[in-house]
């Protein structure tokens, strides 16, 4: 989907003693595409998934952020220094463009509302009709009835993650950033996870960040990838070319979950 198109450039974070966390960190999403970033633990994927956001809670000492659907362009960080104005920016793009699948599902639902009861609400915000049971199904949730009358503590894992993918597509989002979604998972149930996320970019073009840390999903889920080390981006390239990775943060990456996971197959 040419029309739907997130590009972030040269973006520089630093910590409150001008520490640099985040350097020349650049990456694309668009629509009908997904893109894992991938990199080791503390490499700065998910501080990379928070400055899209806008929830770093740190500087943004350099960087533009374009986000563009159709004719509505909105770049936030052109705002800056002014702190308020970018805050204003990201209000009115989180949850209406850009959807946050986190790493904890169920932490981040209401603990005092049923998940129907949830979704209605963000689904009137947006200006769409429907019952809760719509989004959850586009979501991949077969027995959605009864899901939309559960509390998120009587949710399983994966029932949370689809929860949080139909909460994104309620509101309206078609940029979906996807923080280590399947997180504590069962294998089944995350590779149930990973098939709604593909199935939303292949059926409906939603674009798709996917971070994590584990190269053997990315030959058969990712159109594109992007390596991270220390805070930048060191490889990238279609989402077939483990095998052609040269830095050797990423190949010592693709090395060891080789080693760990017995190959990529």
């Known amino acids: 989907m040419a029309d739907r198109h997130l590009h972030l450039e040269d973006l520089h974070l630093h910590d409150d003693a001008g520490r640099a ?7 694309e999403m668009t629509g009908g595409q997904l893109t894992a970033l991938v990199g080791a633990s503390g490499s700065g994927k998910t501080l990379t998934v928070r400055a899209l956001l806008g929830l770093s809670g740190l500087t943004v000492a350099q960087g533009r952020l374009t986000v563009r659907e159709g ?6 960080y052109d705002a800056l220094p002014d702190r308020a104005a970018v805050e204003r920016a990201f209000v009115a793009l989180r949850g209406a463009s850009l959807g946050w699948i986190p790493q904890d599902g169920r932490a981040a639902l209401d603990p005092l509302r049923e998940v129907g009861a949830q979704l209605s609400a963000v689904a009137r915000r947006a200006g769409q009709d429907g019952p809760p049971t719509r989004w959850l199904e586009r979501a991949g949730q077969r027995d959605a009835a009864r899901v939309s009358r559960l509390y998120p503590h009587e949710l399983s894992g994966g029932m949370a993650q689809r929860v949080n993918v139909a909460l994104a597509l309620a509101r ?17 149930v995350q590779e149930a996870v990973l098939q709604t996320l593909r199935a939303l970019v292949d059926s409906e073009g939603v674009a798709v960040l996917l971070v994590t840390h584990d190269l053997r999903l990315v030959p058969r889920l990712a159109d594109k990838l992007l390596v991270m080390h220390a805070g930048e981006i060191v490889a990238e390239g279609p989402g077939q070319s483990l095998d052609k990775l040269s830095h050797p943060a990423a190949v010592a990456l693709r090395d060891a979950t ?3 996971a017995g190959g990529f197959s």
């Open 71 to 76: 004719e509505r362009v909105s770049r936030p």
């Open 258 to 260: 080789a080693r760990v």
């Open 21 to 27: 966390l985040l350097r020349s960190v650049s990456l």
């Open 172 to 188: 309206g989002a078609r940029f979906l950033l996807a923080d280590e979604p399947t997180t504590g998972l069962d294998p089944t």
